[in-house]
C-alpha cells in the first residue's frame, strides 16, 4: 500500500510556470513507475507523463512534451512535474498515480491538485 499526496497547484498566467509534488509513503515509492494525468471539468481524465523506477522510460504525451518534464527523487519518496508554457488548456485537476507492477497500470492515485491557467 502506498498514500500519494499532490501539491504544488495554483493559478498561473498563460506562459507561466509551476512545480507540482507528489510525496509518496512507504518504502517501495523507487520500486514503483510512476505517472502523471489530468482531468479538465467535463473531460475525460488523460495521461500526462509516466517515468520508470529507475528514472528512465520517461513517456510524454503529445499535448506537453517539450514543455512538462517528469523527475522523481527516490532518497525523499517524491515525484515530481515542471511545468512550462503553461497554456490555459492545461487548467486541469492533475493526479500523481504509482505502477507497483511497471505495467503502466496504475493501482495507487493521489487526491489531485487544482492547476488553473488564466489566459
Known amino acids: 500500500q502506498v498514500q500519494l499526496v499532490e501539491s504544488g497547484g495554483g493559478l498561473v498566467q498563460a506562459g507561466g510556470s509551476l512545480r507540482l509534488s507528489c510525496a509518496a509513503s512507504?518504502?517501495?515509492?523507487?520500486?514503483?513507475?510512476m505517472g502523471w494525468f489530468r482531468q479538465a471539468p467535463g473531460k475525460e481524465r488523460e495521461f500526462v507523463t509516466y517515468?520508470?523506477?529507475?528514472?528512465?522510460?520517461?513517456y510524454y504525451a503529445d499535448s506537453v512534451k517539450g514543455r512538462f518534464t517528469i523527475s522523481r527523487d527516490n532518497a525523499k519518496n517524491t515525484l515530481y512535474l515542471q511545468m512550462n508554457s503553461l497554456k490555459p488548456e492545461d487548467t486541469a485537476v492533475y493526479y500523481c498515480a504509482a505502477d507497483p507492477s511497471s505495467s503502466r497500470r496504475f493501482d495507487y492515485w493521489g487526491q489531485g491538485t487544482q492547476v488553473t491557467v488564466s489566459s
Open positions: 512507504g518504502r517501495s515509492f523507487s520500486r514503483y513507475g
Open positions: 517515468i520508470a523506477w529507475s528514472g528512465g522510460g520517461i
